[in-house]
């Protein structure tokens, strides 16, 4: 008799375009909460991309209201989400294809912007990767809310 070879399920189609849904939400989460502190701090986000809202955020000064420490942790946490963002842009403004790998699917991404090249750059992230982007995007999107 043989024995059952164990078989992992596969991560389909839907599941991947699920997850960069919620991950681009996080991101969208975490935007929102620059542009209030922002406004709290009397400054208008507008229509900026979301970097120079970080950017924008960065350079307000502490005040009596706005304490150096405050104003370091807010730094750390925009540092954080920044190291992000290229991924989100790519995440955001490119058409997801997904591609076996060694058995293991992955989403690619080819950023638009990059499509005129004549050999564009693409990013891969595997389901996991994707899963874990979102929950420290979620994260800091959290204290952010907070700060």
């Not at 350079?59 to 991924?87: C, D, N």
């Not at 750059?121 to 700060?147: H, K, N, W, Y």
């Amino acid at each position: 008799m043989n024995a059952p070879t164990p078989i992992k399920p596969s991560t389909g189609t839907d599941a991947f375009h699920r997850q960069r849904s919620r991950c681009i939400d996080a991101f969208a989460t975490a935007e929102a909460a620059v542009v209030r502190l922002l406004y709290q701090f009397g400054e208008i986000g507008g229509t900026k991309p979301i970097a120079a809202k970080c950017a924008a955020l960065g350079l307000v000064k502490a005040s009596p209201t706005y304490t150096k420490q405050r104003k370091l942790a807010i730094e750390k946490l925009l540092t954080a989400l920044e190291e992000f963002l290229p991924t989100r842009a790519d995440m955001a403004h490119s058409r997801m294809q997904i591609i076996d790998l060694d058995g293991v699917k992955h989403a690619r991404f080819v950023n638009s912007a990059a499509t005129v090249l004549p050999f564009p750059p693409c990013r891969l992230l595997s389901f996991d990767q994707m899963r874990e982007l979102t929950r420290r995007v979620e994260d800091i999107a959290g204290q952010l809310e907070t700060a």
